[in-house]
């Protein structure tokens, strides 16, 4: 059939049956996207194959690592840039098109992550089969990028498993796992891995009809009077989740859903329309910044063995815990260490909860906790690869554990700490081997917060940094690497916005005011709600650490709510009363009127100290120091970090900001080193 052809991206073969098997393989790059090259070949392909006309056609990835991961993200910033956006979404349109109309069954063989436009390449297909692996998981999450589904994403999934769960998946670009997909029709049948291929050849020979119920919901929810009916609807649910002018693309996806009608090619025209338009939003020119962001900090640890297989965890209070609970979730065997079994008891069974709900069979479920044991003796010590100190934060406390434990180790057994702001420096003092000791900052809540400070300091070997960014790596965490200066980044950068907003509180702003203008800005969490979910017992132990460094007094009030045992959310009552894992906030008074400055009063002292942080090494480069920022604390996405946002407004407008604020609530405002460097300004 494909005689004479010769493709750099894909493999054809046909059997006995005449049903052609399309394999993706695209060279030079270890997982498979949809470059135009890739597209190119696949539209020379499906050219021939509507001639020739095989008994089917399977379409499946010679990949381990999985189906598709989606389009060439690289070349859509090309294109945004090129101004060509919306001739490159049509080109895939139509190539899928084709795939869709042609006069025979089409079977996608999912194995593995299927994202984006491999998620649209499946449903130009006439059937689905996905294997019933843990990788494998399905979806269209390009509103993370600050656009929407356009090859046919938005066209195919509304008609195919009807538009109420089709429109979920898009607007929070979720993943389903096989299963799940299957129940919501999104694939017609699951196998196991190795039958994928045998299984999608059986679609093709005996094609599954969707139900009377599928076909009926699908009818029903894309009428003409339905979609009218729900788009509103959708609206205000998504404008309770996300601003229209921080994220205009899930209200976009909304708008191409409800005016598209019964006619593929209008809707189609809508979509590519649509996606062209969003594309040159700064949202998402941002929002694919970020995502190269996190790619290279996935990558900072590639390339090295991290030689790890025993974690020991010293203190099993909230952090230290959830770290060995998260490590052995991850694979590791971790033994957890504490004065007496009462402490770690705790941990234990948080360790379970969230084993059960992350892994959900018993025999997986079990595994993980026979990676996990308590350890009160700290035997552990001797076999460990990895021991992570969680103690309190007190550096002489600290130091004793070291001389304690140290002396068990064996050659090359690293020593990290979890403490969010002792400088490194101070707590080196009196070790063997200061060389193999770092700084692992973990976030709380462990299981959500996807960033890891790996902390040096100049005494590091690099070997063992490598190592032990491979090693945030296996657990699937996010590194970046920090100095080992008070409060690292995150902590740093992050306190001058709660102790501001705890100034603002006591000078009479409500707490809910404070909240609605951070998050106007686009802060994930306002300051007094997030004071008091991480704890004002952190807040003022940290507060009172980085205070004089950072040249801001702890404000006053804390202390009594702590003394009447008013820790936040963690207590039940801090600045707000808890019920229920949320807070209780009272009612702002119609006529209240927050001051015209109590945004930039909350947002600058935030940009003055990452400038401070960038000009005095802190991170490598401006890019780790968004990224950490973003990550680390929620900044707001959609503005690219801190750094981005300071050269999209302008560095000397936002430096005489901060003087204007400097004179008129005094020197905390005034600019710190590095407001004149050339990395803030305006990059090409």
């Known amino acids: 059939m494909f005689e004479g052809l010769r493709f750099n991206h894909w493999r054809t073969e046909r059997d006995a049956e005449g049903i052609v098997v399309l394999s993706l393989d695209r060279a030079g790059a270890g997982v498979n996207a949809l470059s135009r090259a890739v597209l190119d070949e696949l539209a020379e392909i499906v050219e021939r194959l509507g001639i020739e006309r095989p008994r089917g056609v399977v379409i499946r990835s010679a990949k381990e690592a999985g189906f598709i ?57 006439r059937q689905r089969v996905a294997s019933r692996d843990p990788k494998t998981r399905i979806g269209l999450p390009e509103v993370m990028l600050g656009i929407h589904p356009g090859w046919g994403g938005t066209a195919r999934l509304p008609r195919l498993i009807g538009a109420p769960r089709a429109m979920e998946l898009m607007l929070t670009g979720r993943t389903v796992a096989a299963e799940a997909a299957r129940a919501l029709g999104l694939v017609d049948q699951v196998t196991a891995p190795e039958l994928l291929v045998e299984a999608a050849k059986e679609l093709v020979r005996h094609p599954r009809p969707r139900t009377f119920a599928q076909r009926a919901l699908a009818w ?76 290279r900090l996935k990558g900072l640890g590639g390339g090295v063995e991290h030689g790890i297989g025993h974690v020991h965890v010293v203190g099993a209070g909230v952090m230290g815990g959830d770290i060995a609970a998260w490590c052995a979730y991850r694979g590791f065997q971790v033994t957890l260490q504490d004065r007496e ?45 990895l021991v992570i100190e969680a103690i309190f934060e007190n550096a002489e406390a600290k130091q004793q554990l ?178 229920n894992g949320k807070p209780k906030k009272p009612e702002l008074d119609p006529n209240y009127e927050a001051p015209a400055d109590l945004e930039q009063r909350l947002i600058l002292p935030m940009l003055n100290e990452a400038v401070a942080c960038l000009a005095e090494g802190v991170v490598d480069d401006a890019d780790l120091l968004d990224a950490g920022v973003i990550f680390g604390t929620g900044f707001a996405p959609f503005r690219g970090g801190p750094i981005r946002h300071i050269r999209s407004v302008g560095a000397p407008t936002v430096k005489a900001q901060l003087e204007t604020l400097a004179q008129r609530y005094g020197a905390r405002f005034a600019p710190k080193t590095g407001w004149d460097s050339e990395a803030l300004r305006p990059q090409a």
């Not at 080109?91 to 006069?103: D, I, S, Y």
């Not at 609206?235 to 989740?241: D, G, L, N, V, Y």
């Open 402 to 579: 070291y001389r304690t434990v140290e002396p068990q180790f064996r050659e090359n057994e690293l020593l990290a700490t979890n403490t969010s702001s002792i400088p490194l420096d101070e707590l080196r003092g009196g070790l063997r081997h200061p060389e193999r000791f770092l700084g692992l900052h973990f976030f709380n809540p462990v299981a959500q917060m996807p960033l890891v400070e790996l902390v040096r300091h100049d005494r590091l070997d690099p070997q063992a940094e490598k190592r032990a960014l491979a090693f945030i790596k296996a657990i699937d965490k996010l590194p970046v690497p920090v100095k080992g200066t008070p409060g690292f980044l995150v902590n740093r950068i992050l306190m001058p916005y709660l102790l501001e907003a705890m100034h603002c509180y006591n000078e009479g702003v409500p707490g809910p005011a404070l909240d609605r203008a951070a998050k106007k800005f686009g802060m994930p969490m306002g300051p007094i709600e997030l004071a008091d979910t991480v704890g004002l017992d952190v807040c003022a132990s940290v507060g009172k650490e980085l205070g004089p460094f950072l040249g801001v007094e702890l404000p006053r009030g804390i202390d009594a709510l702590l003394a009447a045992g008013k820790r936040g959310k963690k207590d039940g009552q801090g600045f707000y009363v808890w019920e």
């Open 220 to 295: 029903a929810t894309n009428t003409w009077p339905a979609r009218q009916i729900l788009a509103p609807v959708m609206r205000k649910q998504a404008a309770a989740k996300a601003r229209p002018d921080h994220y205009p693309a899930p209200f976009a996806l909304i708008e191409v859903w409800r005016r598209g009608g019964g006619d593929i090619g209008q809707r189609l025209k809508l979509e590519a329309r649509s996606v062209a338009k969003l594309a040159q939003t700064p949202t998402a020119r941002n929002l694919i910044r970020v995502f190269f962001l996190q790619e």
């Open 69 to 125: 991961a989606g389009a060439d993200i690289r070349e859509f910033e090309q294109y945004e840039k090129a101004g060509t956006v919306q001739d490159a979404i049509e080109n895939g349109q139509r190539v899928f098109e084709r795939l869709a109309r042609l006069p025979c069954v089409t079977v996608a063989a999912i194995h593995g992550h299927c994202m984006g436009g491999g998620t649209e390449l499946a449903l130009a297909c």
């Open 341 to 385: 079994l009462k402490y770690v008891q705790p941990a234990l069974e948080r360790a379970r909860a969230l084993f059960e709900k992350r892994l959900k069979t018993p025999d997986r479920v079990g595994a993980a906790l026979a990676r996990l044991s308590a350890d009160v003796e700290g035997t552990g010590v001797v076999q460990a690869d």
